[in-house]
């Protein structure tokens, strides 16, 4: 059990001037950060990794947690907005939040995204302090043959999720995700794949960069394409959700805080698969699941809640095991490293209370978060309001820097491009981009686990199917696929009699 | 073109990309020599993936037409309306542009500036938005000051803020 005294040390000292000062300033700057394209929570931490390095350990760890706590919420004002995800995190909070923005609800989704962030943080923070050691046990047990069905699971329940017209569609564009994963050096033998002898090739297509095209330049073409002005919406009516709304969600909040929390501390899942299965969950469980993709509040409160809750999730591995839950907090385990930490198992016996002081910090952030979130709404609600023939200039701009910035590569803006063409081009098919990306993602865990899982059983693919963890992925998988081929063999069925 | 028409090409295209990534992955090296067996190749992944994809666009092909199939087409918004479909080919070339051949190759500055104001005034005065009333001058002087300080701005935020250094 946590200690009381050493908790509320922790607290003391999270609340002290000093270190509220620096959780104000670092939690603003992520909420900025997550909210620019092509600026994500792990570019800006790994940047102020470097700006805080002179800082005293504990002083840099509060802002680096600030940031990340920031930033994962700050990206569902785009995703709201503009339908562009500021951060990877917030794509399935576009799939609710964008159309309600369109149905002149955008203050009241922009509130309930703050609610649910604020509360997915918070359970978040709870399963840390009580829960650490147990789960990350069980995070432990997790193997490549587990990974890899976690890896096709999330594309197959992406491309169900964000096709729900036509699944099909959403698993080519995961396919097709996964594919281009492929490209570039794999890890086994260092052989580089479909390169062709270009060498930018050998080292795959950037995620991020992608991700910009993917969601950014798609947005911005089909954005201007349109003759019409878009429809402003009227933000009326009350910013914060009332008690009876968030009482009304409490089952969601609950469900995908914990569902965000589990996803977070699986290694190497992180904040954006935790939304996607919180996502998953509640609309498995709604009454109103076909409102879902198209302005459903109880989807939008999922998908914030889940991303936020895998934000402390993610921590509770890079403490207790030393190993990242995402690809965030993979930097703050570095900064952690070099700021003396040694995270591992021994942590609670050698600097327990770097652990607590993390809890209090990651609080007072979300505290700080949710007020600077309503506070901020007004001016970012600005936006919708600036003609899109002067925003969309300026946002390709950030995109493109956005997309250079993380290697200093041209490479990368030619991927970004390349994205944007093949994702206007699929969109107008009706096929979506986030399996796409969500595939890219995953391809190359899935390839990792895949051959590692292989060696390890000598050839056999037994253990991807008698594992219990890997059994329940693998039904899970199958049944998602079935369910689509059987109306399929039936018509064809049909019409052949 | 319609609905049902357009996924039966896109489903066959799919399936000779599917076909191609296979063929990709049986052409890679396998390192037999080296002792690896036929399950650590580098082409196993991409080739159960190619396989995926070329079953999934058999099935998109070869599925019969839905209900909603009817005569209209995805298409129709973007490149069945003429005033659509020049603004998407005119934003198109202009991102293409600014990011394949100004972007690295002219400073930053002057690329942004030229880009951010082109854009503005593409949109704004020639292939204006259905009921715009928006006068030459105002635009002309709202696209300069724009482009002046986004591609100063976007520079100090990025290259003195984020220590990025622009090309």
């Known amino acids: ?497 | 073109m319609t609905n049902h028409a357009l996924d039966r090409v896109s489903g066959f295209i799919f399936v000779v990309l599917g076909l191609g990534v296979m063929a990709g992955a049986w052409a890679m090296p396998r390192f037999e020599a080296q002792g690896a067996p036929a399950y650590q190749s580098p082409g196993l992944t991409p080739g159960i993936l190619g396989l995926a994809l070329a079953l999934c666009g058999l099935i998109l092909a070869l599925r019969p037409m839905q209900a909603d199939g009817a005569e209209r087409t995805y298409w129709t918004t973007v490149i069945g309306t003429p005033a659509n479909r020049n603004r998407a080919i005119a934003a198109l070339a202009l991102t293409l542009i600014y990011g394949a051949v100004l972007f690295g190759n002219v400073p930053f500055v002057w690329a942004t500036f030229a880009f951010v104001f082109a854009f503005v005034v593409t949109f704004e005065l020639v292939l204006k938005p259905e009921g715009s009333t928006r006068r030459p001058v105002p635009s002309l002087i709202a696209a300069s000051s724009l482009a002046l300080i986004t591609s100063l701005g976007s520079q100090y935020l990025f290259q003195t803020l984020f220590l990025v250094q622009l090309p």
């Open chain 1, 1 to 497: 059990m946590p200690e009381f005294s050493a908790i509320l040390n922790a607290f003391t000292t999270a609340l002290s001037p000093e270190f509220l000062l620096i959780t104000l300033w670092s939690t603003i700057l992520g909420i900025v950060i997550g909210m620019l394209p092509g600026l994500t929570a792990t570019m800006g931490l790994a940047l102020l990794t470097t700006l805080t390095f002179q800082m005293e350990s504990f002083q840099a760890i509060t802002a680096l947690l600030g940031l990340y706590v920031g930033a994962i919420y700050g990206g569902s004002r785009t995703a709201i907005i503009l339908n562009m995800p500021g951060t990877p995190a917030s794509a399935a909070t576009s799939l609710d939040g964008y159309p309600l923005a369109r149905q002149a609800r955008a203050r009241e989704a922009l509130g309930l995204a703050t609610i649910g962030s604020f509360f997915g943080t918070m359970v978040g923070v709870v399963l840390l302090l009580f829960t650490a050691p147990i789960l990350a046990d069980y995070a432990l047990s997790f193997g490549s043959f587990e990974f890899f069905w976690l890896a096709l699971f999330g594309v197959v329940i992406s491309g169900r999720l964000t096709a729900l017209d036509d699944p099909l569609k959403g698993w080519i564009a995961g396919c097709l995700g996964l594919i281009l994963a492929m490209v570039g050096q794999e890890q086994v033998f260092a052989y580089a794949r479909y390169s062709f002898g270009i060498h930018d090739l050998t080292g795959g297509f950037g995620l991020i960069p992608a991700m910009v095209g993917a969601f950014g330049l798609v947005e911005i073409l089909s954005s201007i394409s349109d003759n019409r002005s878009p429809e402003i919406s009227q933000n009326k009516g009350r910013l914060l959700p009332r008690a009876s709304d968030v009482a009304k969600n409490a089952g969601t909040i609950g469900r995908s805080g914990i569902a965000g929390t589990l996803m977070g501390l699986i290694p190497g899942v992180g904040e954006d698969i935790g939304a996607w299965v919180s996502y998953a969950i509640a609309k498995r469980l709604s009454r109103t699941r076909e409102m879902f993709g198209r302005g459903s509040t109880e989807g939008l409160v999922a998908a914030e809640t889940g991303n936020s809750a895998a934000v402390p999730g993610a921590i509770i591995p890079v403490l207790t095991l030393g190993i990242p839950g995402s690809a965030p907090s993979a930097v703050l385990l570095a900064a952690l490293v070099i700021h003396g930490v040694q995270p591992g198992p021994m942590i609670m016996i050698t600097s327990a209370d770097m652990v607590y002081g993390v809890v209090a910090a990651i609080v007072v952030a979300a505290v700080i978060m949710t007020v600077a979130g309503v506070l901020l709404t007004t001016p970012l609600l600005a936006v919708l309001r600036i003609p899109r023939e002067r925003l969309l200039p300026v946002i390709f701009v950030l995109c493109t820097v956005g997309a250079f910035a993380i290697a200093a590569r041209p490479f990368d803006v030619w991927t970004m491009l390349g994205f944007g063409v093949l994702g206007f081009v699929l969109k107008q098919m009706n096929y979506p981009m986030a399996p796409l990306v969500l595939g890219l993602v995953l391809g190359d865990l899935l390839d990792k686990s895949l051959r590692r899982g292989m060696i390890l059983s000598e050839g056999s693919l037994e253990p991807f199917l008698t594992r219990p963890i890997s059994a329940f992925l693998a039904a899970a998988t199958f049944l998602s696929l079935v369910l689509l081929l059987v109306p399929f063999l039936r018509r064809l069925l049909l019409r052949r009699e």
